[in-house]
């Protein structure tokens, strides 16, 4: 049986029994009235996707992304704040073309041209005193998801050993160079986050060579673009010590830091290069372990009250949450690895 779930009623499949064709064809009815809500008449062409153990359809020839999508955004007397989310939630909802219309003032456009230049791909086209469009000159196909995780992982991590070299130093002035770092992970974060939600509107988008699914893409930069914002966090804490913590402490700090940045790297590449399962596995237990330290040492800083000791067990507690972002992303590449249907790992 093949389950079509009503338009008009979200509660209750409609079953439909796939029937064989002149012994070479399978065929399935449509009910009538759900066919002419979607405009689907005789004669009409669909495309049919599997994703996972899902099949899709979407009326043809060329699937819901066969027009670009435009953003029409009206700036009147919003403020900038408003207007640069706008034109951040077109550019990740997948829109080619974003046209902002009647701007009335210098900040109001300096907002929209800022917030264009943040994304990856996205340039403005056209201006006039009023007007503003702005195009996307990347395509999800240019996308090579592969390389913008490495490079997120590669950017996110370079600011983790900074940041806990900045707090073991108590260097207050890695943090504005780290937050610069964190803007640009967030760009990527947006590029993938924009493939993923272009691929819910239109089956017909892949990411990748089809090994992971998109959202399997997302969720790892997502965890990968948290980890930035702790590594950020950290490097903030830095410039609020007192002065540098005891040697010792700072030399089990650097220890913890690096084995957490090495669960996350470990993570990653087991979900990209595709291992046995031996090594997800192997992150799930070193994460586990290095959770017991670090709780460890978060109870020592209690005890020891020092004076920089609240601050401190922040530290530990970022560690703590991107150990955690790490073994999530591992989970993700376990479930990818024995999912059924196309796309197993």
């Known amino acids: ?13 409609v079953e439909r029994k796939v029937q064989l064709t002149g012994g070479s064809t399978y065929t399935v009815s449509l009910p009538k009235t759900w066919a002419i809500d979607q405009h689907i008449e005789p004669g009409a062409t669909v ?7 899902q099949l899709v359809m ?17 700036a009147g007397n919003r403020d900038s704040p408003s207007l640069s989310l706008s034109v951040a939630s077109a550019y990740i909802a997948g829109c080619d073309e974003i046209h902002v219309a009647d701007l009335r003032t210098r900040e109001q456009r ?9 994304f990856v791909g996205l340039e403005v086209m056209t201006e006039t005193e009023s007007t503003l469009t702005a195009r996307t000159m990347l395509a999800v196909g240019d996308l090579s998801p592969e390389q913008t995780l490495a490079q997120i992982e590669r950017t996110t991590l370079e600011m983790h050993h900074e940041a806990i070299a900045a707090v073991t130093s108590s260097d207050g002035e890695t943090g504005s160079h780290i937050a610069q770092q964190d803007d640009d992970v967030d760009r990527l974060f947006a590029l993938v986050s924009r493939g993923f939600q272009q691929s819910l509107v239109d089956p017909a988008v892949t990411m990748g060579d089809g090994t992971l699914l ?8 997502r ?10 966090k950290i ?19 650097t220890a913890l830091g690096e084995r957490t940045q090495g669960i996350v790297q470990d993570a990653l590449a087991a979900l990209l290069e595709s291992p046995d399962d031996a090594a997800f596995s192997a992150v799930v237990t070193e994460a586990e372990q290095l959770t017991d330290e670090l709780a460890a040492l978060d109870e020592q800083l209690y005890v020891r009250d020092l004076s920089d000791g609240y601050l401190l067990s922040l530290v530990v507690d970022s560690l703590t949450r991107t150990t955690q972002y790490g ?10 690895r024995h999912r059924e249907g196309p796309g197993v790992v």
Request: proline share 8%.
């Open 223 to 232: 965890q990968l673009e948290r980890v930035a914002d702790h590594a950020e």
């Open 58 to 74: 979407t009326r043809g020839p060329n699937g819901t992304g066969s027009e670009p999508q435009r953003a029409e955004i009206t």
């Open 110 to 118: 300096r907002a929209v041209i800022q917030a264009i230049r943040r």
């Open 214 to 221: 998109p959202f399997e893409y997302y969720m790892a930069a």
């Open 1 to 13: 049986m093949l389950s079509i779930r009503d338009m008009n009623d979200d509660t209750e499949p």
């Open 327 to 336: 073994v999530n992303i591992a989970e993700a590449g376990l479930q990818a």
């Open 235 to 253: 490097a903030s804490i830095a410039g609020r010590l007192d002065g540098p913590p005891p040697e010792e402490l700072s030399t089990e700090l």
């Open 47 to 53: 495309n049919l996707y599997e994703q996972g153990d």
